[in-house]
C-alpha cells in the first residue's frame, strides 16, 4: 500500500504516430479530379459513428476570392457531384460531407494581426457543427492557412484541417509545415500551436492569378531551402532565375514541388518536427525576415523579408570567413534575378536589427543559434552575431546594386 508521504513518478515514453499528406494538381474543383474525394475518404471512421453527418466549412482569401469569384459555386458544384457518386458506392462507410459554409476572410498578414479569423472559424465550427470527423478547409496563401489553421486546431481540441495554398509560398514552404499561429503585435508568430493538418492540396492552377511580388516572393523559400539542402537545386533555380520571373510555368513548377518536397523531407525526417530543439535549419535567413516585418508593420511581404534575411545571412557568412565571395555573389545574384529584393533602409538602424536577435532566441529556446553557410548546400550552426560583422554584411548589399 502506497504511503502519503512517498514520491511517486510516472514516466512513459510516448509516440504519437501521425500522417502527412500533401498533393500537387490541377483543377481541383473540376468534377473529373478525384483528389479531394480521395482526400475526403482517406478518413479512419469510428465504426460506430457511420451514421453521423460530416460537414465542410470553407474559408477562402479575400484575394484569391477576387481572382475567381466562381470558387464558391465551383465548390458547391464539385461537393454535390462527389455526393452523387457516394450514394451509389456501397463501399466507403459515410456519405459525403455536406458543404455548409464559405466564408471570406482577410488576405495577408491581416489575416495574422488579430485573433479576429481564429475566432470567425471557431464560432463558425460550433455553429455548423463541426465535430471531429468533419472538416476546415483553408484556401489562400500562407498568413490564410496559419489563421484559419489555428482556429481549427482549438476548437473541439481539434478539427480536421484540409490546406489550399494558392500562392507560390504557400505551396512551396508554408503548407507543408505542422503548425499554426498569428502574431502578437509585432511578434511574428507569438500565438500559435503544432497541428497536423488532414491534407495538403495544391493546385498549381491557382498559381497563375497571383501578382507579381507574390509569384516572386515564394521563390526566396526555394532558395533558401537550396542553399542548405541541394547544391543541385540552387543550380538549377539559377539557371532558370529568369524564366520563372517571366512566370514561365515549366520552369516554375519543378522549382516550386522540390522546394515544397525538401521542405516536407525535413519535417519528416529531420526528427524535430514540433521544434523542441534550438537549431531550426529551416529559418535561415528569418531572424532579420521576422524583425523587419515587424519594424514596417506587416507592409514588408514575407517572401520579400526572407530574401533580405537570407542574402544579409550569406553576406554575413562571407564576412565572419566561412563563404567564399564568389558563391555568395551567386547566391545575390539569383535573388536579384528573381526580382526579390536584398536590402532595405530600416538595415541602417543596425540596433534595431540587433534586437531581432533577442525575440528569435526567445522564440526558439534555449541558446541563441543561427544558420550560417560554409558553401551552397553545406550549412553551419553558430551561437553568436558579431554587431561589427553584420554592419559589413549590410554594407555589402548595395555593393552591386
Not at 25 to 41: K, Q
Not at 215 to 228: M, N, Q, R, T
Not at 343 to 368: N, V, W
Amino acid at each position: 500500500m502506497l504511503q502519503s508521504n512517498r514520491t511517486i513518478t510516472l514516466d512513459t515514453p510516448l509516440s504519437v504516430p501521425f500522417r502527412h499528406r500533401v498533393t500537387f494538381t490541377r483543377g481541383v474543383f473540376s468534377v473529373t479530379n478525384p483528389t479531394l474525394r480521395s482526400v475526403f475518404d482517406s478518413s479512419t471512421q469510428d465504426t460506430t459513428a457511420e451514421s453521423a453527418t460530416r460537414r465542410v466549412v470553407a474559408f477562402i482569401d479575400s484575394n484569391v476570392l477576387a481572382a475567381h469569384p466562381s470558387m464558391p459555386d465551383d465548390m458547391r458544384a464539385y461537393m454535390a457531384h462527389a455526393a452523387g457518386i457516394s450514394q451509389v458506392t456501397t463501399t466507403r462507410q459515410h456519405s459525403f460531407p455536406e458543404l455548409t459554409l464559405v466564408e471570406s476572410v482577410p488576405g495577408g498578414e491581416t489575416a495574422k494581426q488579430s485573433m479576429s479569423v481564429v475566432d470567425r472559424v471557431v464560432r463558425a465550427v460550433d455553429e455548423h457543427r463541426i465535430d471531429r470527423q468533419s472538416y476546415v478547409m483553408a484556401i489562400g496563401g500562407g498568413a490564410v492557412l496559419d489563421a484559419v489553421g489555428f482556429g481549427a486546431s482549438i476548437a473541439h481540441r481539434g478539427v480536421r484541417l484540409v490546406r489550399l495554398p494558392t500562392t507560390t509560398l504557400g505551396q512551396d514552404d508554408a503548407g507543408m509545415a505542422v503548425k499554426n499561429g498569428i502574431n502578437l503585435g509585432s511578434k511574428k508568430n507569438f500565438i500559435g500551436n503544432f497541428a497536423i493538418p488532414h491534407a495538403v492540396v495544391c493546385d498549381t492552377t491557382l498559381l497563375e492569378s497571383t501578382p507579381a511580388w507574390s509569384w516572386c516572393g515564394g521563390f526566396s523559400e526555394a532558395v533558401k531551402i537550396a542553399l542548405l539542402r541541394d547544391r543541385e537545386f540552387f543550380d538549377r533555380i539559377e539557371r532558370d532565375a529568369a524564366a520563372i520571373t517571366l512566370r514561365s510555368m515549366d520552369a516554375a513548377i519543378p522549382v516550386i514541388i522540390r522546394s515544397a518536397e525538401l521542405h516536407y523531407r525535413h519535417i519528416m525526417s529531420g526528427g524535430d518536427p514540433f521544434e523542441t530543439h534550438s537549431a531550426r535549419p529551416l529559418d535561415f535567413g528569418h531572424w532579420l525576415a521576422h524583425r523587419l516585418e515587424g519594424m514596417t508593420n506587416g507592409a514588408l511581404p514575407h517572401g520579400q523579408a526572407v530574401a533580405i534575411g537570407v542574402a544579409i545571412d550569406t553576406l554575413y557568412s562571407e564576412c565572419a570567413g566561412l563563404m567564399s565571395s564568389q558563391e555568395a555573389r551567386r547566391v545575390l545574384a539569383v535573388l536579384r534575378a528573381l526580382d526579390l529584393p536584398v536590402t532595405h533602409p530600416l538595415l541602417a538602424d543596425l540596433d534595431g536589427i540587433l534586437a531581432g536577435l533577442a525575440e528569435f532566441r526567445e522564440h526558439l529556446g534555449g541558446r541563441l543559434t543561427i544558420t550560417l553557410l560554409r558553401s551552397i548546400g553545406d550549412p553551419v550552426d553558430v551561437h553568436t552575431i558579431d554587431p561589427a560583422t553584420l554592419a559589413a554584411a549590410i554594407s555589402l548589399t548595395s555593393r552591386d546594386a
